[in-house]
């Protein structure tokens, strides 16, 4: 069964805007893991965040875990338009799970 | 160094007909992964192997489905008497470690199957 799930399934903004996306996941984990996927093919690992860290950051990106609501969000701030791609948040409760995917698109 | 790397990209089979998907994992990476992933959908796990351990087989779909890791290193995906549902791309990945780690993937194959 799948762990996480993000929200939305679909963002379109303008490139300098900046970009929220949430994921929500149901059992405990040890980290939480975002990644990125630009068409279709391989993941770039972006972002790792352990449960006993709240917030972290790398670049212009941005990450927040709230165990206590079992959700995290990625922002990515100043977008471009190579920003583009979809994002995947996993969560490791032993393996990695992952989910469904927020599909951003960054308009110049 | 070297990514991860699979072979062969693109690949079209007949149904009925069986496949090999090659994956060659970061050198050292005792960690390997199999995931499959619909158009537009995301990653669905199939295997993992850990080292010398036997490996999780919990998401293979079908006993169509097997793969194997030889040395600890490469590994084979193998897809038995392939079906129009199985038309996916075919993902690997590799950590250093264990399960919950960074994983490092490799640029898919994308299976047709006509």
């Known amino acids: 069964s799948q762990q996480g799930e993000e929200d939305p399934q679909a963002l379109s903004i303008q490139e300098g805007e900046n970009a929220t996306m949430n994921c929500s996941y149901k059992?405990?984990?040890?980290?939480l893991q975002w990644y990125r996927q630009n068409s279709g093919r391989g993941l770039v690992h972006l972002i790792l965040?352990?449960?006993?860290?709240r917030e972290k950051h790398s670049g212009r990106l941005r990450v927040t875990l709230d165990t206590s609501k079992k959700s995290s969000s990625l922002l990515i701030t100043a977008s471009r338009a190579a920003d583009t791609a979809s994002y995947f948040c996993?969560?490791?409760?032993?393996?990695?799970?992952f989910g469904k995917g927020t599909k951003l698109s960054v308009k110049p | 160094g070297a990514g991860v790397s699979q072979s062969p990209s693109n690949k079209v089979t007949e149904k009925g007909k069986d496949v090999e998907l090659r994956c060659d994992p970061i050198?050292?990476?005792?960690?390997l992964y199999w995931y499959r992933q619909s158009l537009g959908q995301g990653l669905e796990f199939l295997i993992y192997?850990?080292?010398?351990?036997?490996?999780?087989k919990s998401g293979l779909p079908s006993d169509r489905f097997s793969a194997e890791r030889t040395g600890g290193s490469v590994s084979t995906l193998t897809i038995q008497r392939t079906q129009q549902e199985d038309s996916a791309v075919y993902l690997c990945?590799?950590?250093?470690?264990?399960?919950?780690?960074?994983?490092?993937f490799g640029p898919g194959t994308r299976l047709t199957v006509t």
């Open positions: 965040i352990r449960s006993n860290e």
């Open positions: 996993a969560t490791d409760g032993g393996n990695l799970i």
């Open positions: 192997f850990q080292g010398n351990s036997a490996p999780d």
């Open positions: 050198s050292g990476h005792t960690a």
């Open positions: 990945a590799s950590s250093s470690f264990s399960g919950g780690d960074e994983q490092y």
């Open positions: 059992t405990s984990i040890n980290n």
